[in-house]
């Protein structure tokens, strides 16, 4: 009986686990709902209440609470049946895996309906009468799912006091944030979706790209779809796809060649009338650097002589470098020759940095044998880096008597060859004099 139960048992987990992966296709959202608590004066203070949104794709089809209880520690007036006919809320890095600690991010706000200001989209709120449309619920839901995959904000409209919204305008992108090597060019994905049978759907929409890094912000690009218009901004290099953004909802950024003051965030913005949803994107230039070590090659040394090396890592960024040096000698041992003497860093006109490191060898306290490779590495975000000299050490094992009395022998063995090779010449060759004569001639 109990082996009956724990089959029983058993397969019931294994078909409630079937269900949440694979059985509706959309995943109930743990969500915190944020608002301003009434009431309070300036800065407001924010309230936080947990929340779910169990998602479907169309309002017929029963969606994820039919195999689910609701949590009783949720409020049952912040459980939302959200209708999604785009899918995005069903995408599959916003599934957690059962029993994982590691949750997709989920904020849902009230949310104001009210014309735009800026002013490639106030064309779209023209006529001053607001329709009676928005006279509902309306929500903004922003949503991060695992390991940076997908960026979502979705704005939702429920008839009132009904819990049931449905996603009127969505913004996603496939990463929160990017990385790019310099002078490559780069595609900062966004892309927006609306619901058609939306009034609001058929009115126009906008679509502007911000940037922003430490505090400054600026327009990178802006479009009116509406009056198929281009605003006027400063930034080069940075394009949409307008046909695209038309035909498939698809805003994504192009920068054509990525430079260092091209690090920041980026902020796509999608602007129905009275609507808007937006998604920032993190943009991180990574260039490793180049190295050169000085003097290479290293001048012939002798034990007890001390060398002074320098290596240069230059047109990296961001600032973020460590060198080290190594010594590899003629056995193949590694040893680690510390950092060096770091200087300051110094900043190009295209903005990458340059740091360099003084290594100073006194061969009478190391032992290098007979020589090996120095080498230079430079650990940086970007990747590591690696840069090599020789150094050759003469008389290894210390001038001893034998070795000075050797090269002495050689020194004189040297002068006598030479004392010879000029007897010869000097005697049988033509001499200066001669070839002096012969011009004179
Ligand atoms: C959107 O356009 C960009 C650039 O043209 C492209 O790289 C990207 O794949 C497109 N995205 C989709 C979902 O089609």
Same mark, same amino acid.
């Given at each position: 009986?109990?082996?009956?139960?724990?089959?029983?048992?058993?397969?019931?987990?294994?078909?409630?686990?079937?269900?949440?992966?694979?059985?509706?296709?959309?995943?109930?959202?743990?969500?915190?709902?944020?608002?301003?608590?009434?009431?309070?004066?300036?800065?407001?203070?924010?309230?936080?209440?947990?929340?779910?949104?169990?998602?479907?794709?169309?309002?017929?089809?029963?969606?994820?609470?039919?195999?689910?209880?609701?949590?009783?520690?949720?409020?049952?007036?912040?459980?939302?049946?959200?209708?999604?006919?785009?899918?995005?809320?069903?995408?599959?890095?916003?599934?957690?895996?059962?029993?994982?600690?590691?949750?997709?991010?989920?904020?849902?706000?009230?949310?104001?309906?009210?014309?735009?200001?800026?002013?490639?989209?106030?064309?779209?709120?023209?006529?001053?009468?607001?329709?009676?449309?928005?006279?509902?619920?309306?929500?903004?839901?922003?949503?991060?799912?695992?390991?940076?995959?997908?960026?979502?904000?979705?704005?939702?409209?429920?008839?009132?006091?009904?819990?049931?919204?449905?996603?009127?305008?969505?913004?996603?992108?496939?990463?929160?944030?990017?990385?790019?090597?310099?002078?490559?060019?780069?595609?900062?994905?966004?892309?927006?979706?609306?619901?058609? *049978?939306?009034? #609001? %759907?058929?009115?126009?929409?906008?679509?502007?790209?911000?940037? !922003?890094?430490? &505090? =400054? $912000?600026?327009?990178?690009?802006?479009?009116?779809?509406?009056?198929?218009?281009?605003?006027?901004?400063?930034?080069?290099?940075?394009?949409?796809?307008?046909?695209?953004?038309?035909?498939?909802?698809?805003?994504?950024?192009?920068?054509?060649?990525?430079?260092?003051?091209?690090?920041?965030?980026?902020?796509?913005?999608?602007?129905?009338?009275?609507?808007?949803?937006?998604?920032?994107?993190?943009?991180?230039?990574?260039?490793?650097?180049?190295?050169?070590?000085?003097?290479?090659?290293?001048?012939?040394?002798?034990?007890?002589?001390?060398?002074?090396?320098?290596?240069?890592?230059?047109?990296?960024?961001?600032? *973020?470098?460590? #060198? %080290?040096?190594?010594?590899?000698?003629?056995?193949?041992?590694? !040893?680690?020759? &510390? =950092? $060096?003497?770091?200087?300051?860093?110094?900043?190009?006109?295209?903005?990458?940095?340059?740091?360099?490191?003084?290594?100073?060898?006194?061969?009478?306290?190391?032992?290098?044998?007979?020589?090996?490779?120095?080498?230079?590495?430079?650990?940086?975000?970007?990747?590591?880096?690696?840069?090599?000299?020789?150094?050759?050490?003469?008389?290894?094992?210390?001038?001893?008597?034998?070795?000075?009395?050797?090269?002495?022998?050689?020194?004189?063995?040297?002068?006598?060859?030479?004392?010879?090779?000029?007897?010869?010449?000097?005697?049988?060759?033509?001499?200066?004099?001669?070839?002096?004569?012969?011009?004179?001639?």
């Amino acid at each position: 009986m109990a082996n009956v139960s724990t089959v029983y048992a058993l397969a019931l987990v294994l078909l409630n686990y079937i269900m949440q992966v694979h059985g509706t296709g959309c995943p109930v959202v743990e969500c915190w709902f944020v608002q301003e608590k009434p009431g309070r004066g300036f800065p407001a203070a924010m309230s936080q209440e947990k929340s779910l949104m169990y998602v479907r794709t169309d309002p017929d089809s029963t969606g994820a609470e039919s195999q689910q209880k609701p949590p009783a520690d949720i409020d049952p007036t912040r459980i939302y049946h959200v209708t999604d006919s785009s899918a995005s809320l069903c995408s599959s890095s916003l599934k957690s895996p059962e029993g994982s600690v590691k949750k997709p991010l989920c904020e849902i706000n009230p949310f104001l309906p009210q014309p735009a200001v800026v002013k490639w989209a106030a064309p779209l709120t023209s006529s001053a009468q607001s329709p009676i449309y928005l006279q509902a619920d309306w929500f903004s839901a922003s949503l991060q799912g695992l390991d940076g995959q997908l960026t979502l904000s979705s704005v939702m409209r429920a008839p009132k006091g009904t819990n049931e919204p449905n996603v009127i305008l969505s913004v996603f992108s496939t990463s929160t944030s990017i990385r790019s090597r310099l002078g490559v060019p780069v595609v900062l994905d966004c892309g927006f979706w609306m619901d058609a *049978s939306s009034p #609001l %759907s058929g009115l126009g929409f906008a679509v502007e790209w911000r940037y !922003q890094f430490r &505090g =400054e $912000g600026r327009l990178v690009v802006a479009y009116d779809g509406k009056g198929d218009r281009l605003a006027e901004t400063t930034e080069e290099g940075a394009e949409l796809d307008i046909p695209a953004l038309h035909q498939t909802g698809n805003a994504s950024l192009l920068l054509e060649e990525a430079q260092v003051r091209h690090t920041g965030t980026y902020i796509c913005t999608a602007y129905l009338p009275y609507l808007l949803a937006q998604v920032a994107i993190d943009l991180e230039i990574e260039e490793p650097p180049s190295l050169s070590i000085s003097p290479s090659p290293l001048p012939i040394s002798y034990p007890g002589q001390t060398l002074s090396v320098q290596c240069e890592a230059s047109g990296f960024a961001p600032l *973020s470098l460590e #060198l %080290s040096w190594e010594f590899v000698g003629a056995d193949g041992g590694v !040893q680690s020759l &510390g =950092e $060096g003497g770091m200087s300051g860093h110094r900043q190009a006109s295209d903005g990458t940095f340059s740091q360099s490191s003084r290594l100073t060898l006194d061969l009478g306290k190391l032992d290098l044998g007979r020589g090996g490779e120095v080498t230079c590495v430079a650990v940086h975000p970007g990747g590591t880096r690696r840069a090599s000299t020789t150094l050759n050490i003469i008389g290894v094992s210390g001038p001893s008597i034998e070795d000075s009395m050797a090269m002495v022998a050689v020194a004189l063995g040297l002068y006598g060859v030479i004392k010879l090779f000029s007897w010869m010449f000097g005697t049988s060759g033509p001499s200066d004099s001669d070839s002096k004569d012969k011009k004179d001639k």
